[in-house]
């Protein structure tokens, strides 16, 4: 059974920083294009960034520059470090795991992790 849980949500101020770590079994890691999507409270889910299995990255404009993405295939696990956190930053970050990074949308994904939130105060 695939999983991908996440871990390092929580409340910050804003200029914090955060990292999420996103773990994932029972797939061929290194097969799979990662990354995150968020989902504020209101809004709809929308695309973080993207990693693929070459290292190869890209990042929303809202989040260029402030926010930086890694994999480590021997451990399975995907990272976001989050720097510069905005109030508008706030929301559940999803982990994604899709087959094809040219293709990384939110109905092409294989594998969903539950969310961790993250909250940035002003």
């Known amino acids: 059974q695939v999983q991908l849980v996440e871990f390092g949500g929580g409340l910050v101020q804003a200029g914090g920083s955060l990292r999420l770590s996103c773990a994932a079994s029972g797939l061929t890691f290194g097969r799979y294009a990662m990354g995150w999507f968020r989902q504020a409270p209101g809004k709809e889910r929308e695309f973080v960034v993207r990693?693929?299995?070459?290292?190869?990255?890209t990042y929303a404009d809202s989040v260029k520059g402030r926010f930086t993405i890694s994999r480590d295939d021997g451990k399975a696990t995907v990272y976001l470090q989050m720097n510069s956190l905005k109030p508008e930053d706030t929301a559940v970050y999803y982990c994604?795991?899709?087959?094809?990074?040219?293709?990384?949308?939110?109905?092409?994904?294989?594998?969903w992790g539950k969310g961790t939130l993250v909250t940035v105060s002003a």
């Open positions: 990693i693929g299995g070459s290292g190869g990255s």
């Open positions: 994604a795991a899709v087959l094809n990074y040219r293709a990384f949308a939110i109905d092409a994904v294989s594998y």
